[in-house]
């Protein structure tokens, strides 16, 4: 039967380390960091996602806001809010929630986020600093999935890692994650993953659980996560699909695992960027 790698109390944990930093930043400089969350459309799975990024947020103590835009929001109108958001003093970062609706090029939209401001780590410059192993924010989700590495006591060092997505921005910064623990990667496409997921030590899902891995397709005793988006009805406790619960040795679900890590995250990065703003004013 599959470990469950429950990621909630290591989340509260961070969490509530990053609250002693907001009330030493607020003594320091007059306010707490401030978090802008955009939606853009009604996609449940963004809202739930935000969702859990304003609660962690608001447990920290942090000044945080919620933007949904309508569905048909023009590349142009997402753009001007964010730029909006980015003149804003009181506000140290800025997540653009996915997904986006279809007329909307992600790329093209998370260009308009300030460096200084891009606590998910997904504008070009954040990325390539990842890439470049120059510092910068670490990359929200893929950590969060690292840490869930990491407490299932799993060393990735020397193993077989498969990241199943359709190759956007997360996917490919957590196969970098993931290179430098020291694993070896492969970065498969959900219609071509089960050959890959037969021989994955580590196997992480990026593009929505259901349906991904069939009976027999895991190699016995692998470590699952599930970073994908979800879904509403998602399973709550965490339990794994019957196919892995069969093979795997542990699973680490998204509602109990790397949902709340990510957003751990995020309100960590932020609290980093609202540092690194004063201490680069101060200069």
Do not use: Y
């Amino acid at each position: 039967m599959a470990r469950s790698i429950d990621g909630r109390e290591l989340a509260e944990g961070l969490t509530a380390a990053a609250a002693d930093d907001v009330r030493t930043l607020r003594q320091d400089h007059g306010r707490p960091p401030g978090l802008a969350l955009v939606v853009v459309g009604d996609d449940p799975r963004a809202q739930r996602w935000a969702g859990a990024a304003e609660q962690a947020a608001v447990f920290a103590g942090m000044h945080v806001e919620l933007h949904t835009m309508p569905r048909r929001s023009t590349p142009q109108a997402v753009r001007q809010m964010i730029g909006r958001l980015g003149a804003e003093s009181e506000i140290d970062g800025i997540c653009l929630q996915s997904p986006l609706p279809d007329q909307l090029d992600e790329l093209e939209v998370l260009e308009a986020i300030a460096p200084e401001k891009d606590v998910m780590a997904c504008t070009p410059m954040q990325a390539g600093r990842l890439v470049l192993g120059r510092p910068g924010f670490r990359p929200c989700l893929p950590t969060a999935v690292m840490e869930l590495v990491r407490i299932s006591n799993l060393s990735p060092g020397g193993r077989e890692a498969v990241v199943v997505g359709r190759g956007g921005a997360a996917e490919r910064q957590m196969a970098l994650l993931l290179l430098e623990a020291g694993a070896s990667v492969t970065l498969v496409r959900p219609d071509a993953q089960a050959d890959a997921a037969r021989r994955a030590d580590v196997l992480i899902a990026m593009s929505g659980w259901p349906g991904l891995v069939g009976r027999g397709q895991l190699k016995p005793g692998a470590l699952v996560v599930d970073a994908g988006p979800g879904l509403a009805d998602e399973t709550p406790s965490g339990a794994a699909p019957a196919e892995t619960e069969a093979s795997a040795g542990a699973f680490a679900a998204s509602e109990t695992g790397v949902l709340p890590l990510t957003a751990a995250m995020l309100v960590r990065n932020t609290v980093e960027a609202m540092r690194w703003r004063f201490s680069a004013s101060a200069r």
